[in-house]
Antibody
Framework: EVQLVESGGGLVKPGGSLRLSCAAS????????MNWVRQAPGKGLEWVSS????????YYADSVKGRFTISRDNAKNSLYLQMNSLRAEDTAVYYC????????????WGQGTLVTVSS | QSALTQPASVSGSPGQSITISCTGT?????????VSWYQQHPGKAPKLMIY???NRPSGVPDRFSGSKSGNTASLTISGLQAEDEADYYC?????????FGGGTKLTVL
């Protein structure tokens, strides 16, 4: 059974940093591209970042470029999102999702982790 | 403002059919056959319902179907059931990013 479990969310002050993790199981993690998608409270989905299976290709939404860094450790079956210079508008539930972003097909999603940016 | 335009809400009675539209541009929906649809129940993670315009993942009922014409994609749900009540989001690939619609709340009357 495919499982994606996010962790690392919490309350952080504006300008602060946070690192999210996503632990994957039930599939060959190193064979799949992975993604982060977020959802602000009461709002719609927003694609954040994608990374190819070997980390060769990395993409970011304009809203986070230069502040967020996506990475993965295939030996640990884990995906990460380092978030720096956080702003109030980054407050959201962050989901990790499996799939090739070039097809917009995200076939498995984690349960999400809430990031709140507030003073 | 979302990149793809969806109606804020649609409704239908059990057994009826509804269609949710998703309008983009020639740079996203119209330019690629990479449109997906996601279902999200309150407090839950999104679930993939349709990919590559009209393909259903294993386990998704055939009551769900997708299509595209020009810059507009559509999700049709036939034989509406109470459990179909949820938010639905379309998405499309476009030049090194993925864009989502603003979401449509489906109410089953």
């Amino acid at each position: 059974e495919v499982q994606l479990v996010e962790s690392g969310g919490g309350l952080v002050k504006p300008g602060g940093s946070l690192r999210l993790s996503c632990a994957a199981s039930g599939f060959t993690f190193s064979s799949y591209s992975m993604n982060w998608v977020r959802q602000a409270p009461g709002k719609g989905l927003e694609w954040v970042s994608s990374i190819s299976s070997s980390s060769s290709y990395i993409y970011y939404a304009d809203s986070v470029k230069g502040r967020f860094t996506i990475s993965r450790d295939n030996a640990k079956n884990s995906l990460y999102l380092q978030m720096n210079s956080l702003r109030a508008e980054d407050t959201a539930v962050y989901y990790c999702a499996r799939g090739r972003f070039t097809t917009a097909k995200f076939d498995y999603w984690g349960q999400g982790t809430l990031v709140t940016v507030s003073s | 403002q979302s990149a793809l335009t969806q109606p804020a809400s649609v409704s239908g009675s059990p057994g009826q059919s509804i269609t949710i539209s998703c309008t983009g541009t020639s740079s996203d929906v119209g330019g690629y056959n990479y449109v997906s649809w996601y279902q999200q129940h309150p407090g839950k993670a999104p679930k993939l319902m349709i990919y590559e315009v009209s393909n259903r993942p294993s386990g998704v009922p055939d009551r769900f179907s997708g299509s595209k014409s020009g810059n507009t994609a559509s999700l049709t749900i036939s034989g509406l059931q109470a459990e179909d009540e949820a938010d639905y989001y379309c998405s499309s690939y476009t030049s090194s990013k993925v864009v989502f619609g603003g979401g449509t709340k489906l109410t089953v009357l």
